[in-house]
C-alpha cells in the first residue's frame, strides 16, 4: 500500500497543477480508439486498445520498453495502418481522413525520425504551417506569427537559423515541439519528449504542455519517467505486452501494487514532501551506495522496535 506521510499542501505554483484537471475537460472525445490491434508484417503488438480522451486532459502512456507505446502513438497519428479496430478524430474515422485534415486536428512529436539535415529550424517549424496553406501553397504573415509565437514558447529563437545537422538531440526536441505548437491542433501527440533534455528545459516545456492543457487542448504523451507523469498528467494509461492495463486518474492508479505489476519491480509510492504528489521509487536496488541505505534501513527499523518486533521493510532512511 502506499505509504502516508505529513506533507505540505500543493502549493498553487506546483507544477502540473496549475488548474484542477476537470477545469476544461469534458464534451465528445477529441480522440477515440475502439478495439485497436496492430503490429509489423507478421508480428503483432497492440491487442484490443480502447479508451477515450478529451480537451482539457492531459494523459500520460506508461509501460515498459516494448509494450507498444509508440506503436500506439504511430496508430493514432495515421502513420501506421490499425489490423483492425478504428481511431477517431472529432468523432470523425482517421482512415477517411486525408493527410492535411489530419494535421489540423492532430500534432505529432515524433520519438527519433529523420529529418532534412540542410533545413534550418526556423524552417522546420514553418512545416508546421503546411495544413494552412491558402490555395496559392505560399506562407503569410499568420503562419510567420504562429512560427515565430512556437519559437518563443520553446525558448528556441536563437536555434531558428541554424541547420538540424547542428542541433544537439535536445535541442532537435524543442524545435520538434515548436513545430508542432506552430500547426495550431487541439490534440498533442509526443513520444518521449523528455529524451534528450536537461531538467530545467524540460520542466520549462512540461509548464508549457500545461499552460496548452489547461486552455483546453488535449495532450496525449509516452513517458518512460511515471514520476514526471505523475505531476503533469491528468490521467495515466499503462500498456504492457501491448494490451491495455489500466486506465485512470493519477490518483487512483499510481500505486505501488500497479506500478509494480506494470514494470516486474517493487516500488514504493510515496508523497512528494513539498507537493503531495505521489512519486515512485525503486524498492530494491544494488548499486554500490545500496549497503549504505540497507545500513540505515536497518538502524530505523532498529530504533522503531528494538525487540525486532516490526517489519524490517518498514524503515528507510531520512
Request: glycine share 10%; charged share 20%.
Amino acid at each position: 500500500m502506499t505509504r502516508p506521510l505529513p506533507v505540505q499542501p500543493a502549493p498553487p505554483h506546483a507544477p502540473g497543477r496549475e488548474a484542477s484537471p476537470a477545469a476544461h475537460a469534458g464534451g465528445p472525445p477529441i480522440l477515440e480508439a475502439r478495439a485497436l490491434c496492430a503490429g509489423y508484417r507478421e508480428r503483432p503488438v497492440l491487442q484490443d486498445i480502447c479508451f477515450t480522451a478529451r480537451r482539457g486532459e492531459c494523459v500520460a502512456l506508461l509501460g515498459p520498453n516494448g509494450s507498444g507505446k509508440t506503436t500506439l502513438l504511430r496508430c493514432l497519428s495515421g502513420v501506421l495502418p490499425a489490423g483492425a479496430g478504428n481511431v477517431f478524430l472529432q468523432g470523425r474515422p482517421l482512415a477517411g481522413l486525408k493527410p492535411r485534415q489530419r494535421a489540423r486536428l492532430a500534432a505529432v512529436v515524433p520519438q527519433g525520425g529523420r529529418f532534412p539535415q540542410e533545413l534550418t529550424a526556423r524552417q522546420m517549424v514553418l512545416l508546421g504551417r503546411y495544413p494552412h496553406l491558402s490555395w496559392l501553397g505560399s506562407y503569410g504573415r499568420r503562419d510567420h506569427e504562429a512560427v515565430d509565437a512556437a519559437l518563443a514558447a520553446c525558448e528556441a529563437e536563437l536555434l531558428a537559423p541554424r541547420r538540424l545537422a547542428e542541433l544537439s538531440g535536445g535541442e532537435l526536441q524543442r524545435v520538434l515541439l515548436a513545430r508542432a505548437l506552430a500547426q495550431e491542433s487541439p490534440l498533442l501527440l509526443l513520444d518521449e519528449l523528455a529524451a534528450g533534455l536537461d531538467m530545467a528545459r524540460m520542466v520549462g516545456l512540461f509548464d508549457l504542455l500545461e499552460r496548452r492543457r489547461a486552455a483546453g487542448a488535449c495532450v496525449l504523451m509516452a513517458v518512460h519517467d511515471c514520476n514526471l507523469a505523475a505531476v503533469y498528467a491528468t490521467r495515466l494509461l499503462g500498456l504492457k505486452a501491448g494490451r491495455l492495463f489500466f486506465d485512470g486518474p493519477v490518483d487512483a492508479v499510481f500505486t505501488e501494487e500497479k506500478l509494480s505489476a506494470l514494470y516486474d519491480i517493487p516500488v514504493d509510492v510515496l508523497p512528494h514532501p513539498r507537493w503531495g504528489l505521489p512519486q515512485a521509487l525503486l524498492a530494491r536496488a544494488r548499486g554500490p551506495r545500496s549497503s549504505l541505505a540497507d545500513s540505515c534501513n536497518g538502524a530505523a527499523s532498529f530504533a522503531a522496535d528494538p525487540d525486532g518486533a516490526s517489519d524490517p521493510g518498514s524503515g528507510f532512511c531520512r
